[in-house]
């Protein structure tokens, strides 16, 4: 998959954004606690390869990361069975000493990751547009795995709402909340690639479906 | 031999294999490392120690890329190192590949950011210094009562 050539596009910007070793991208962001301003009306050069920056992009290109407040290290947790006094088995949790990330819009196990993004510094009456866009398929092995048998597969083969469409709804359903309660003015536009884009057109269907 | 003198021996040597390997597996032996650790890959502490060797390398690197750093503090705690798969919506696509990334402070602002990617060798899974991207150059601003990260102009 190769990188965009340009950043003209503010919706496939952020598709691209939202993945791994890609120009302007967010994971190296994910954990902060501030925004972090993107300009993508600026050339990027990235690993020897040049995208030119944007043109007639709202708010002149730039953009605001908006941290997960949320994002915290989860503990893993499993069972073991121990037998007992009457026959059959019971089963025990324990902590496996692990942790994975998890927060509204990621989960590290689910190989869910969305970056919430705004054309102002601060979410508030000014705010106009607003954008939540979802990764798709993860590079790491175990994550793709998940994304792959349990999404991917479940939408080619049947018609299953997949498990991240179901984390997806809900942080589309908080963000519309929030929306509403500091930024009544703000459109918020869903965007995202390939499974991020069966992800996103789950979650925005199953959103109009609750609200009927 | 005589029978009884065989199985007075074997009563003793018994007990003396026993004692000895359960001694051996409970005190451990200087070859356990071998089980234990994976001498293949380098560590992270290793990883550490030899971009600490070349740090006055890393920061010149830097420092021609970009003339506005004129100098680096690295946080060499915040070392990561990740695995990629490339691949299209799910299936893999090409080789695995890794990359190291590492963070700290330049020009000696207390609010500054950088970080820098670092691709990771094949044959020797270290660094490869001279090929790298500053993936971020900021310092903490306020914007509109809210503080965040900006691109260091």
């Given at each position: 998959m190769s990188n965009l050539k340009n950043f003209n596009n503010i919706y496939a910007n952020l598709a691209e954004s939202a993945y791994n070793t890609r120009p302007k991208n967010f994971p190296p962001f994910a954990k902060n606690r501030e925004f972090k301003e993107i300009n993508y009306s600026q050339d990027e050069t990235y690993r020897g390869e040049l995208t030119k920056g944007g043109k007639?992009?709202?708010?002149?290109g730039v953009v605001y990361l908006q941290p997960d407040k949320t994002l915290h290290a989860e503990p893993i947790k499993s069972t073991y069975s121990v037998p007992k006094v009457n026959g059959g088995y019971e089963q025990v949790p324990y902590d496996t000493l692990k942790t994975y990330q998890k927060g509204l819009l990621a989960d590290e196990k689910a190989g869910f990751n969305a970056y919430f993004v705004t054309d102002t510094a601060k979410l508030d009456e000014t705010t106009r547009q607003t954008y939540l866009t979802i990764r798709s398929s993860d590079g790491a092995s175990i994550s793709s795995l998940n994304d792959w048998v349990s999404n991917d597969a479940n939408f080619t083969l049947t018609d299953t709402y997949i498990p991240q469409a179901k984390l997806a709804n809900q942080a589309l359903q908080e963000k519309i909340r929030e929306l509403n309660a500091k930024a009544p003015d703000a459109v918020l536009n869903v965007t995202g690639h390939s499974l991020g884009t069966i992800v996103s057109a789950q979650a925005v269907a199953r959103f109009y479906q609750e609200m009927a | 031999m005589k029978k009884r003198i065989k199985i007075l021996l074997i009563i003793i040597l018994i007990p003396i294999v026993l004692i000895t390997g359960g001694l051996l597996m409970k005190l451990?032996?200087?070859?356990?490392i071998f089980l234990t650790k994976d001498f293949t890959k380098p560590t992270k502490t290793e990883q550490i120690d030899y971009l600490k060797e070349h740090e006055e390398e890393m920061t010149n690197f830097v420092k021609k890329q970009n003339s506005?750093?004129?100098s680096v503090q690295w946080d060499w705690d915040s070392l990561e190192i990740q695995e990629f798969q490339p691949n299209a919506g799910g299936i893999p696509t090409g080789e695995k590949y890794t990359i190291l990334t590492i963070k700290g402070k330049f020009n000696k602002i207390d609010t500054s950011t950088i970080m820098v990617e670092y691709p990771i060798y094949k044959h020797t899974l270290y660094p490869n210094l001279k090929r790298f991207d500053i993936v971020d150059l900021s310092v903490l601003k306020e914007i509109d009562g809210s503080k965040g990260w900006v691109d260091y102009e």
């Open positions: 007639n992009l709202p708010n002149k | 451990g032996t200087p070859f356990d506005k750093v004129t």
